[in-house]
């Protein structure tokens, strides 16, 4: 029996089939780097993440020269004006460098879970800044974000908090792409720029930091380590561009929450994270908030 796909996902076969590989495998990489920081004792997470810039940095200078994509990176750069245009482009720069930061710092020091419920989140904080920018949302969407809210609000009220680590994600990466999306800058270009500024200063840090350059100089194993570090860090970056190229809007964003799935078993597997039964609750309604959301992206695709 020949079943059609929906005319939202006509593609050609090969180019479907190859998005959907690409997304999976860059999330999977992207969980990789969640748990890198653990195969690279004595290195703090701070020192992880400052390895982990410089070669990403080089890794990406490397990956674009084999590529042949210099002439895009520079096109993307040539669309910037005058002093304010680069200022408004530098601006997101910090809030990514601390996420990347948090990303390998948090899984070291007892936040794996907290984080990987702020990328649970961030989609459904996303859903909100639509609806501030305009953007009409459906029963579905409304829902999704009701159960959030009632499931962080169960946190606070059975901890009386929620993890800073949580809300970092969920808030300040909605910044971030709101911003780059408005400057309307290829992401590849977007991302040179971002390690441009974030690696020298990383390289700067680490020259200062005497136990964390010999933890890796003086060992040739941990130098294989952190390159590869930076090798995973750059094509997952590169296979999620690429996916988000070939694949309709809706269909790689559902492939997304895959992501922060990997993240959390992890973070209660390898990482050594703790969830307790009474957080399954809270855990369990924001979870079925991102179901909503799947429901609302699956039902968009087939046109219901």
């Given at each position: 029996m020949?079943l059609a796909?929906?005319?939202?996902f006509?593609l050609p076969?090969?180019?479907?089939a190859?998005?959907v590989?690409?997304?999976?495998l860059?999330n999977?990489?992207f969980?990789?780097?969640y748990a890198?920081?653990k195969?690279?004792?004595?290195?703090?997470?701070?020192?992880?993440?400052?390895?982990?810039m410089?070669m990403?940095w080089g890794?990406?200078?490397?990956?674009?020269?084999?590529l042949g994509k210099?002439d895009?990176v520079?096109?993307?750069?040539?669309r910037?004006?005058g002093?304010?245009?680069?200022?408004?482009?530098?601006?997101?720069?910090?809030?990514?460098?601390?996420?990347?930061?948090?990303?390998?710092?948090?899984p070291?020091?007892?936040h794996g879970?907290?984080?990987?419920?702020?990328y649970?989140?961030f989609?459904?904080?996303?859903?909100?800044?639509?609806?501030?920018?305009?953007?009409?949302l459906?029963?579905?969407?409304?829902?999704?974000?009701?159960?959030?809210g009632?499931?962080?609000?169960m946190?606070?009220v059975?901890?009386g908090?929620?993890?800073?680590?949580?809300?970092?994600?969920?808030?300040t990466y909605?910044?971030?792409?709101?911003?780059?999306?408005?400057?309307?800058?290829?992401?590849?270009t977007?991302?040179?720029?971002?390690?441009s500024i974030?690696?020298?200063i990383?390289?700067?840090v680490?020259c200062?930091?005497?136990s964390?350059?010999?933890?890796v100089?003086?060992?040739?194993?941990?130098?294989?380590?952190?390159?590869?570090?930076?090798?995973?860090?750059?094509l997952?970056?590169?296979?999620?561009?690429?996916a988000?190229?070939?694949?309709?809007?809706?269909?790689?964003?559902?492939?997304?929450?895959?992501?922060?799935?990997?993240?959390?078993?992890l973070a209660?597997t390898?990482?050594?994270?703790?969830?307790?039964?009474q957080?399954?609750?809270?855990?369990?309604?924001?979870?079925?908030?991102i179901?909503?959301?799947?429901?609302?992206?699956?039902?968009?695709?087939?046109?219901?």
């Open positions: 020949n796909l929906p005319a939202q006509a076969k090969n180019t479907l190859l998005g590989t690409l997304a999976i860059s999977v990489m969980a990789m780097v890198y920081g195969w690279l004792p004595p290195l703090t997470g701070t020192a992880v993440f400052l390895w982990r410089v990403m890794c990406l200078v490397a990956l674009i020269s084999v210099w895009a520079l096109g993307g750069l040539s910037v004006k002093i304010r245009g680069w200022a408004w482009l530098l601006a997101p720069t910090p809030i990514l460098a601390s996420q990347l930061w948090l990303f390998v710092y948090a070291l020091n007892g879970v907290a984080v990987s419920m702020g649970f989140l989609p459904l904080v996303m859903v909100l800044v639509g609806f501030v920018m305009g953007e009409r459906t029963r579905l969407q409304w829902l999704a974000v009701a159960c959030a009632v499931g962080v609000g946190e606070i059975r901890t908090q929620v993890s800073w680590a949580t809300f970092w994600v969920c808030l909605p910044i971030f792409y709101v911003m780059r999306r408005r400057q309307n800058i290829p992401a590849l977007g991302l040179f720029v971002d390690l974030i690696a020298p990383c390289l700067v680490l200062f930091h005497a964390a350059m010999s933890a100089i003086g060992t040739p194993v941990m130098i294989l380590k952190v390159i590869g570090l930076g090798l995973i860090s750059v997952s970056q590169q296979a999620n561009l690429e988000n190229r070939l694949l309709p809007t809706s269909l790689f964003g559902l492939l997304g929450y895959l992501e922060p799935a990997l993240l959390f078993v209660i390898v990482l050594g994270g703790v969830v307790e039964w957080m399954l609750t809270s855990f369990g309604l924001i979870w079925s908030g179901i909503c959301l799947l429901i609302q992206g699956v039902a968009k695709r087939w046109g219901r």
